[in-house]
């Protein structure tokens, strides 16, 4: 009888762990719930943001309108017009680099380095991009954006599409980290788990780690991390 509520208990706690991954997670006021692949909301209760939203209107649908839609880069993954002028209200801002804003046709450019405040936040882009020799046809430096947004107290890194660049190893002070691991597009996850050592977060949400031939490894990213005290939150980013 004693086993039997052993895994009774156990098999509760198993399920609410999957309730929690699938709707997101709250650190102080701010909560990042993921949508899929390299699409999330995050929001507090005065603000709503979504970040490179792709898929299905409906799934964006249970959320307010969003104050500001952030977009890193070109790519179909990142990047759906139609659906992103389906979900802009009159009151949304958009924040993209140039060659996004060039194929919208609308938004606010924000390039490499630079920063803007918006709506009681401070964006800043910092680059992203690959440095791997056979991979650099995939996202040049210049191109795409990832950003760090200071927002309630908290400073929130999201790496777009990139590898472990000395821009990206160079953060401090990070309170969460967004991070991709996913060939042949960005990295591995080594050179994600390496990054994060040395960026060193509170909290670090592995995302966007499907590639062509299936999903980077996780679990080796998540021992790795761990093992520097850096905690680590796993989300439900494919169904």
Known sequence: MKKLAFYCSALVFFCISLVVQANGVKHGAIKIVPIEHASFVMENKKQVIFVDPTG???????????????????????????LIKSLAAPKTQILAPQAVVDKLGEGQVINNGESKRMRRLKITAIPMYNITESRL?????????????????QRIYISGDTEDTPEMRALKDIDIALICMN???????????????????????????????????VDYFTKQVKKQGIQVDRLAWYP
């Open 137 to 153: 046809k995939y996202h040049p430096k210049g191109r795409g954006n990832g950003y760090l947004i200071d927002w309630a107290g």
């Open 183 to 217: 060939l042949p597009y960005t990295m591995t996850a080594k050179q994600a788990a390496d990054a994060v050592i040395e960026m060193h977060p509170d909290i670090v949400i592995p995302y966007h780690f499907r590639g062509k031939n299936g999903f980077e490894d």
């Open 56 to 82: 299905d209107k409906s799934l964006y649908q249970v959320y307010s309108d969003p104050d500001l839609i952030l977009i890193t880069d070109i790519h179909g993954d990142h990047f759906k017009p139609e």
